[in-house]
């Protein structure tokens, strides 16, 4: 049976990822990827993915475990792709990259005011006795 795996770790100098192909629990070989080659590589995995059939789940589970960054770099400009404007939103991920949000005005205005609402309702809960 051939059992394949993938392991991906940073390298030893921390300037390079280096991603491992092993068979049947041996490695067969490695490639070592600059931290830049290696966001390329995360946004064309990206890009496939979200060409398949089975998407990904428009709804969040509840009992999933995710790891939210704190405190993420953000910038918002007007902005527009392929004829369509809105508002950009840019958020940094450490790993990824800074991920590009087209959002239309309509959206733009209710998430700025979900997180004003949000915003409010985490200080008052904080600040009572």
Not at 11 to 27: M, N, R, S, Y
Not at 45 to 63: F, G, H, M, Q, T
Not at 110 to 124: E, P, T
Request: aromatic letters at 6%; proline letters at 7%; hydrophobic letters at 40%.
């Amino acid at each position: 049976m051939d059992y394949m795996e993938l392991k991906v770790y940073p390298a030893e100098d921390q300037l390079h990822v280096t991603i491992e192909l092993w068979q049947d629990g041996k490695p067969l070989g490695h490639i070592l990827l600059p931290g830049s080659d290696a966001e390329g590589l995360c946004q064309s995995v990206a890009e496939a993915r979200k060409k398949l059939s089975d998407e990904v789940s428009r709804e969040i589970d509840p009992v999933s475990r995710m790891a939210a960054l704190y405190a993420p770099m953000y910038a918002t400009t007007v902005g527009h792709s392929e004829g369509e404007h809105g508002v950009l939103l840019l958020l940094r991920h450490p790993g990824l990259g800074w991920l590009p949000f087209l959002l239309p005005h309509r959206n733009a205005a209710d998430l700025g005011q979900r997180l004003m609402d949000d915003a409010k309702q985490a200080s008052q809960e904080s600040s009572s006795p």
